[in-house]
């Protein structure tokens, strides 16, 4: 199990990444690493059994609350036994959400687990000028989050790992060309419900 040291020491790294003018860095503002630093700490304290990897952070939730597929209406309103017993202590900005999350946080609970999540960037990309946007990050970009995945996946060695979306499938196939892993449809864009049903059966499989 990773230590609190190793998950701080993780998170002062994030933090100092440089972000550029099409690049934000969420975990420069200590309030949302603390949020994060909440989250890995509560999952240091239980078996990991299952990661979603997902692209990157988005403007409408990791890139607000520091905490991946996470929007602040999640931080208010998620029932599951994470936020239940933090929500008091993390810091939220609005109660605005972000539908990916909605759709993870949803099947998450659905089942009855607290998924490890990350982003193959973990940083945000988003627009020249417009950091209330998205885009697709590039494989520059992708590369850069390459040794923030990899001490994630270390640090929590989870049984499960599947890949939400092509960009996290090519990022995990690059850095360990032999991991076994499912890759799902990404919700966003129409993908919510192939998502379900594919993470259904794979939730389902862990408990059996």
């Known amino acids: 199990m990773p230590s609190h040291g190793s998950i701080r020491a ?5 933090a100092a990444f440089p972000a550029t003018k099409t690049l934000g860095n969420p975990f420069a503002d200590p309030r949302l690493a603390g949020n994060l630093e909440l989250y890995l700490n509560y999952l240091a304290s239980r078996p990991a059994p299952l990661a979603l990897i997902g692209e990157a952070a988005g ?4 890139a607000l609350t520091g905490m ?3 929007s602040p209406e999640t931080l208010r309103d998620c029932p599951n036994d994470f936020f239940a017993t933090h929500r008091d202590r993390m810091f939220r900005q609005g109660d605005i959400f972000e539908m990916s999350g909605r759709y993870v946080w949803g099947v998450a609970g659905d089942h009855n687990v607290v998924p490890l999540l990350w982003n193959a960037l973990p940083f945000h990309p988003h627009l020249p000028g417009q950091a209330r946007s998205n885009r697709t990050p590039t494989n520059t970009e992708l590369a850069q989050g390459e040794p923030f995945l990899t001490a994630m996946l270390e640090l ?5 790992i599947v890949a939400v979306g092509k960009k996290a499938e090519q990022s995990l196939h690059k850095l360990y ?14 993908g919510s419900t192939l998502f379900k049903a594919q993470m259904a059966g794979i939730l389902n499989g862990l408990r059996g």
């Open 10 to 14: 993780l998170i002062a790294r994030l």
């Open 59 to 62: 403007h409408r939730g990791c």
């Open 68 to 70: 991946p597929f996470t």
């Open 156 to 160: 929590f060695t989870p049984h499960t």
């Open 177 to 190: 060309p032999g991991l076994a892993f499912t890759t799902v449809r990404h919700p966003a864009m129409g």
